[in-house]
């Protein structure tokens, strides 16, 4: 179930689908293997195959109209860029009044969106990207990288509605020109129809070349597997990096969710042994060294990675900065989490948390770049909250300014 690498944008019509009437009978499976070795699966393999390949977009930017505020904006000295995971976009009309009117998000030349879905119960059956981008007046591409079978773990499992077009996955956008999107296909750091939550796909990166005022640079929209090893997640970064010394070298920006939990999530088995562990290290020491500082230690890897091939991450993000927060009070949280993790687990989850307040922020959100200059403080923006106080995200989102080094 790999796609292509590199695929032209096309319109939201190759995502429509009939594929909701074989999701019972894949249900049954067990693995990604037994899938695909199946009859149903055979059946339907092109259309899957299709909709994992597709990268699509439309033009909703008018920012050479007379009649926007944008197009004042003639010489502009810096790119603002913002990157966010919303959490599906269950939230739809506060992350659209946040991305709107919130004085350190509004106005961003770039948002490099995580977590949007289309045609899924949890978040109104709405296509989340494309509601956005026409709300916003903004261009935008969007990569699926599931075709989920249910509506959701946790909570999520009981939503109102039925899934419509059952489709997830990560978007860009943009007020100026977005040019060459394709997408880079990243192994799976767990089989996807093994467990509570069954889905057909994998995750992409979404690359693309930013007409800016200043100059053309490269953006790319990156999450990685919630579900991996550290080991895996620098694997799918090598991967992404090792896609873009392909391409002619341009300015480039890399942002999203990168789940530097500093755990190994491929099983609860590993998730156990690495709670123990940290229980060892010392709770307060690990919440306040190492989860806000992935890179310092368990993660780095990765990092490291980042730096041997020339990309800057330490001046580009908020220092200790948590983009995640767990606490034991979250009755939603510790819902999600029974998923995966046995009911025994919690009361020692919940003893070690209580150590240090009952409320851990991890940074799992980050921005990296090459051949170009910080602008400006870069922020971490928190409590983003609707009207009635429900939040936006169970993420933070983390915002940019930077110049092009060739500019």
């Known amino acids: 179930m790999f796609g292509e690498g590199s695929l032209p944008k096309k319109s939201p019509k190759i995502l429509e689908h009939d594929l909701n009437q074989y999701f019972p009978e894949l249900l049954g499976f067990e693995s990604i293997e037994e899938t695909e070795r199946s009859a149903v699966y055979q059946k339907i393999r092109p259309t899957v195959e299709r909709i994992l390949g597709a990268v699509v977009g439309e033009d909703f930017s008018d920012a050479g109209s007379e009649k926007n505020p944008k197009s004042e904006i003639r010489n502009p000295q810096s790119v603002s860029a913002l990157a966010w995971n919303i959490e599906r976009g269950n939230v739809f009309e506060g992350i659209l009044d946040a991305l709107r009117n919130h004085p350190q998000m509004k106005d961003r030349d770039l948002l490099l969106l995580t977590e949007l879905d289309y045609g899924m119960a949890r978040s109104r059956n709405r296509f989340v990207a494309r509601e956005l981008a026409a709300a916003l007046k903004l261009n935008y591409v969007f990569a699926p990288v599931y075709i989920a079978l249910q509506k959701g773990s946790g909570v999520e499992s009981e939503a109102e509605g039925e899934n419509t077009v059952s489709i997830h996955g990560l978007a860009m956008f943009s007020k100026y020109p977005i040019k060459n999107a394709h997408a880079v296909p990243l192994p799976n750091g767990k089989d996807k129809m093994l467990g509570k939550e069954k889905r057909l796909g994998y995750l992409r990166a979404l690359v693309a070349d930013i007409e800016h005022p200043l100059g053309t640079f490269r953006a790319v929209t990156t999450h990685l597997d919630a579900h991996g090893s550290r080991k895996h997640r620098h694997n799918q970064i090598k991967i992404v990096l090792d896609h873009l010394d392909t391409l002619p070298r341009l300015p480039t920006i890399i942002g999203g969710d990168w789940n530097t939990t500093t755990f190994n999530s491929q099983s609860s088995t590993h998730a156990i042994l690495g709670y123990w562990r940290r229980v060892l290290m010392g709770p ?88 170009i200059k910080l602008a400006g403080k870069p922020l971490t923006i928190g409590e983003l909250r609707d009207e009635a106080g429900t939040p936006l995200s169970d993420h933070d989102a983390i915002a940019l300014d930077f110049t092009l080094a060739n500019g």
């Open 284 to 371: 307060k020491r690990v919440v306040k060294h190492h989860f806000p500082h992935p890179d310092r230690y368990f993660e780095r890897g990765l990092f490291g990675e980042l730096e041997r091939r020339g990309y800057e991450y330490k001046t580009l993000n908020e220092p200790g900065a948590g983009t995640l927060h767990y606490d034991v009070a979250s009755i939603e949280k510790n819902t999600n989490l029974r998923d995966w993790v046995p009911e025994w687990c919690f009361p020692f989850i919940f003893w070690a948390a209580g150590r240090v307040g009952g409320r851990v922020s991890g940074r799992l959100d980050w921005f990296t770049g090459k051949d």
